[in-house]
Structure formats: C-alpha cells, structure tokens
C-alpha cells in the first residue's frame, strides 16, 4: 500500500524486494512499470477494453493539432501541457519535451481533464466503473485516474440517468488518460474509511 | 518463417554502425527464411503487423522503447527487449540480486537506502570494500551513471548525487583491470564475445584517457568463441539466465588468477556493424532467427 509505484522510487522497491524474495506483488514489477508509462499505460488499457483518449506521439511543435493536452510518456500526468492553440504550441512542446529532451504523447482534448482517487478499485466518483477497470488491469491498489469528460452526443439531461455530467447538465462519458501515484499519506479521512471498508470485502483484480 | 520488425529511432539510425547492422540484418534474414523490416519507434500501430520485434535503440522504462515493448509483449509476440528485461536491466540493484541468488560471482556489493545514506558511515564501507569504491546509481548505460570514490568526502559527493535519481545506490568493490570481457547471449545460448579495451588509464568502458580531458569509447576485440576462457563463457552464460531469455551483453572481469566477477547485465547490448560481430559473421542471420523462434513472449 505504498501508493507511490514509480520506478526505483520506495514502493517500486518493495516490490523488487518481494519478487526476489518469491513473493507475489500486487501490482508486480510490469505493471508498476506499465502504469507510470503513458504510452504503455494506454496502449495496455485499450487492449484490455478501457475506453482511452485518442492519442499519437508529439514528433514536433509544427504538427500539433490544437487544442490538445501534452503528456509526458515519462508519466505524472499532472504536469501535462495543454495547448489551445497554434501559438502556444512551440512553448507548450519545449515544456513538454524539456527542449526535446523526452518523448511527449499529443491527446486530443475531447473534453476537461478530470480526475479521481481510487482505493482498490473503489472511487466516490461517479466514474467509478473506470476505476475499477485501471484496478484490474494495472492491479495499483492506490493511485490517482486522470480522464477527460467527454460529452455524450445527442442526450440531455436526465436527472436520474447520467453517470456523470459536465456541469452544464450534459452526460458525459469518462475517456481514460493516465495514472499518478497517490501515496497513503495523501489519503483523506473519508479515503481511509473507504479503504477500511474495502479491505473487508473479498475481491482480487483479475 | 517470420516477420521481423526492427524498432529503432533517429538517432540509432544516423550512427553508422548501427544502421549498417540493421541492413545486415535486413539482407542476411531471408537466408534463414525471415524477412525484416525497419519501423520507427513512435509507429506502434504498426506492431500489430509482425511475429517479432527486436528493439534495436536504446531502451528506457520511461520512453517509448519501453512502452513498444510492452505491447508487443502484450500482444503475445516473440519480443527482444523484453519490457521484463529492460525492467531488470535497467536497475542494477535488481539485477544484482538475481545474479546473487543464482550464484553468479560479483564484486562485493552493498546496497545503500535513503535511510542508509543519511547514517552513511564512509569508514566502515572501505574497511569493508577496500579503497577505492565504485559507486552506482541502479540507472544509467555507457558508464554514464558509475563514479569511483577515494575517500570519504568523495563517497559522500557520489552517493548524494546519485540518491537523488534513486532510493537506493549500490557501493561496490572495485576490481582494477585493462579491459572488460563482453559476453552476448541471445535465446539462453552464447553468440558472440569481445573485450573491450578501456581507453589508457581508464577504468570504465567510456572515459577520460590518461592526459586528455575528453571522454573516449572503449575499443573493441572481437574474440572467437573458442578463444574465450571457459569459466569467462559459463559464467557469461550463468549471469544471462539468471535475468531472462532475451539479448544480453555481460561485462566480466577476469582477475590474473582466473577467477571471473560478472560487473552487469546489459539488456539491448551494443552490436556494431564490424564490431561486436564482422561484417561478414553468419551472425547477423542467426540473431534475427533467434529472435523469430527463440525469443521471449508473454
């Protein structure tokens, strides 16, 4: 329960520590490793049936499609970039890149970045069927899911209908965009109630 | 019969050595009944299309090799790196301990946490490791991440440089020598071996010459297989499987009494065109039909 999984930092070596020591991880090494990788991040939730952002490679400032969000494939998707037009793209991308120092994915902004805290496949958002989705495929027990809220074409509001809305009263449907640590520190009371409630229940992600 | 997609990147592309390797292996496949093809990292949608992958650029848990990777592994083809190698190879802590726990000789190593270095007691590490010390961040390829310490002062210099890409850093015994054994192992067998002859009073594989202020590549010896010393060949062998069945390139150092310490496991090794391997070597067919038949998949 570590919540921060990301590569040589100190859940990543818990884990490291359990395989050598014939323990099983949850997550294990790959999907630690998964999950922080934007690129791989979603390559792996589209195969595994998530409905994900449309996304390709950011290969330079001249051929971004604004608007769009820049993410880092190095992850933290909490330092994405957005662009909203032609003319900030050239600093938005040097940002990004680190004067091209680093790969960057372009996703196309379909709607506002949101995101939610999810405590063993357990989120208060409404978007919780997305949380549990990341919890069966990346396996993170806790973890912060980012998501753009996409207007769902053609319905209106319907008071006891919608899932999730958009502020404006329009349904929205969630597209997942990444995942970023959440440390058991970070977690609020009401997030450790929930966790103590989930622990009681049986469940594993796969 | 295989389709076999090369993923490699600018700039492996613009070294020489690199992108004649990769028509090498482009021209020698069809003799083994394959056929390769040359794709560009960023491409991923075109993965789908090929029975292997063999990632010829450098790899990085943090970037696109490591994300294409992942996916072909994910899509269940024969994958060489594969993302659970790169993982291993790319954290010499990890590495280190499968190396230990298969009884691979390494230098004595101590691990080093954050907690440690906070109480780091420079005293007892070279009363323990001798004088002077190699110091290690997990992460980091061509020596570019391995510093020496003489005394405390530089000890402490190091490992707080280092502690801050990391939670751990590995202190290690140093093993002076003038060049590094290079085993390559591909698919659990040896394919290739080269010393790489540091550059004159030089202790890593890339460094300050004696005298000159620039940094300079190791040079390369290929040596026939049957001239590698038996020990330095099994132990090659021995370090690769402990980490898995992909490519890898093994650096030992072998002491005037002959005995041998394996220094890494290199995941995505180095193989140049007329370098690690001839130009004209039956190797380059032989790596892609590995690659194609022996590969490690999910």
């Not at chain 1, 379909?110 to 063993?120: A, E, F, I, N, T």
């Not at chain 2, 997990?138 to 020496?148: D, I």
Request: aromatic share 6%.
């Amino acid at each position: 329960m570590c919540g921060d999984y990301r590569f040589l930092r100190a859940g990543y070596w818990a884990l490291i520590d359990a395989e050598l020591n014939g323990v099983t991880s949850q997550p294990s090494p790959l999907q630690a490793a998964t999950a922080q990788n934007a690129a791989a991040c979603l390559l792996e939730a589209k195969r595994a049936g998530i409905d994900c952002v449309t996304w390709r490679v950011a290969r330079s400032a001249e051929s971004l499609e604004p608007p769009c969000i820049l993410v880092p494939v190095a992850g933290l998707t909490d330092a994405s970039y957005e662009v909203r037009s032609k003319r900030s793209a050239p600093m938005q991308f040097r940002r990004a890149t680190q004067n091209g120092t680093r790969a960057v994915l372009e996703v196309r902004a379909d709607g506002p970045l949101r995101s939610m805290k999810m405590v063993v496949g357990v989120s208060t958002s409404p978007e919780f069927r997305l949380a549990w989705q990341v919890w069966r495929t990346f396996g993170l027990p806790l973890c912060v899911i980012h998501y753009l809220a996409v207007p769902v074409p053609g319905e209106h509001a319907e008071p006891d209908a919608a899932p999730a809305e958009n502020g404006n009263g329009h349904p929205t449907r969630p597209l997942f965009l990444g995942i970023d640590p959440l440390p058991l520190g970070e977690l609020s009371q009401r997030d450790l109630d929930l966790l103590e409630e989930v622990s009681t229940w049986p469940m594993s992600p796969s | 019969m295989a389709h076999v997609a090369l993923v490699t990147e600018a700039a492996s592309r613009a070294r020489t050595p690199e992108a004649r390797a990769m028509r090498a292996y482009a021209e020698s496949a069809p003799s083994r009944g394959h056929s390769v093809e040359v794709i560009d990292v960023a491409d991923f949608h075109r993965i789908p299309e090929f029975d292997a992958v063999f990632l010829r650029l450098d790899t990085n848990v943090l970037g696109l090799s490591f994300a294409a990777s992942r996916y072909a592994w994910g899509l269940g083809l024969r994958v060489v790196d594969d993302p659970r190698s790169i993982l291993t190879c790319m954290n010499k802590a990890h590495t280190q301990g499968l190396l230990e726990r298969a009884g691979v000789p390494t230098p004595e190593t101590i691990l080093l946490t954050r907690a440690g270095k906070e109480s780091l007691d420079a005293d007892a590490v070279f009363a323990e490791l001798g004088s002077p010390v190699v110091v290690k961040a997990p992460s980091g390829a061509f020596s570019s991440a391995v510093e020496m310490a003489r005394d405390a002062e530089q000890l402490r210099h190091q490992v707080t440089r280092f502690a801050s890409r990391s939670d751990v850093v590995l202190l290690q015994r140093f093993v002076p020598s003038a060049f590094d054994w290079r085993v390559g192992v591909l698919g659990g067998e040896l394919l290739y071996a080269c010393r790489y002859r540091f550059p004159k009073g030089g202790w890593r594989v890339r460094d300050k010459a004696e005298g000159e202020g620039r940094m300079r590549w190791a040079r390369i010896e290929p040596v026939p297989l049957a001239e590698v010393p038996e020990l330095v060949l099994e132990t090659g062998l021995l370090a690769a499987n402990a980490v898995g069945t992909g490519l890898y390139g093994v650096d030992i150092k072998e002491s005037e009494d002959g005995s041998v310490v394996v220094i890494e496991v290199n995941d995505n090794p180095n193989i140049d065109y007329d370098g690690e391997i001839a130009a004209d070597s039956p190797l380059w067919a032989e790596i892609i039909d590995r690659v194609a038949t022996r590969g490690p998949r999910a």
